[in-house]
């Protein structure tokens, strides 16, 4: 069975400054792992994802994430908050069928 | 971009009502995934579909609900007499297939949803 934990359901940050959202999983399987971002109103839309390879990954409007298996965490950076990154975000494990499950979300509020 | 396409977009029905929530996938993805929120909880997955049949379901997915692709594009959640903890945003997704590696072949495409609303 695969599973994610997304610690903290609200981050507060302030504009210009580091967001940091952290993910870890549980797997038997290796993962594949993602971040979906919702805005309001909207469907989920994938920043990025980790399949094989490269463990430092990049996604759209500069976010990234890092896979750190002896952590068992997938969390995700950006160096810089911008208005626009006010949304949910959530992070997700699937197996190779494709079938993810998905965190309880965390949602963004950026301040000025 | 291709896109995953959901009607309706809001719909309010009463209890005990049948109710069919309709998708577009994208043209060439294969797999096609139905999932749910219900407001303030996490996304829930409840079932897939490939080759005209469904290839996996969650305990959520009981004899209420039925999945169709009826036509060869669009792809449809039926449920079959609403209650009212089915009020919940339906999400259609899609995939070219499944596998890892670089190709993305297991990337989920998700629609805008369908927001269901049971009173």
């Known amino acids: 069975a695969q599973s994610v934990t997304q610690l903290g359901s609200h981050v507060s940050v302030s504009e210009g400054a580091l967001v940091l959202l952290r993910c870890n999983y549980s797997s038997s399987v290796p993962p594949y792992l993602f971040w979906y971002v919702q805005y309001p109103n909207q469907g989920l839309q994938l920043l990025l994802k980790?399949?094989?390879?490269?463990?430092l990954v990049k996604g759209i409007n500069g976010f990234e994430a890092e896979f750190k298996k002896s952590e068992t965490s997938f969390h995700l950076t950006k160096p810089s908050a911008h208005m626009s990154d006010a949304a949910e975000y959530f992070c997700a494990v699937s197996d190779s069928w494709g079938k993810l499950q998905f965190g309880a979300g965390t949602q963004v509020v950026v301040t000025p | 971009e291709p896109e995953v396409t959901q009607t309706p977009s809001h719909q309010v029905t009463q209890m005990g009502q049948e109710v069919i929530l309709r998708c577009v996938p994208i043209?060439?993805?294969?797999?096609f995934y139905w999932y749910r929120q219900i407001l303030g909880q996490k996304v829930e997955f409840l079932v897939s579909f490939y080759n005209n049949e469904i290839s996996e379901k969650s305990e959520i997915f009981d004899d209420q609900f039925s999945v169709e692709r009826p036509d060869g594009s669009n792809f449809t959640l039926k449920i079959r007499s609403t209650k009212l903890e089915d009020s919940a945003m339906y999400f259609c997704?899609?995939?070219?297939?499944?596998?890892?590696?670089?190709?993305?072949?297991?990337?989920?495409?998700f629609g805008a949803g369908s927001r269901l609303t049971v009173l």
């Open positions: 997704a899609s995939s070219l297939g499944t596998g890892g590696g670089s190709s993305g072949a297991n990337v989920l495409t």
């Open positions: 043209s060439n993805h294969l797999y």
């Open positions: 980790y399949t094989t390879g490269a463990t």
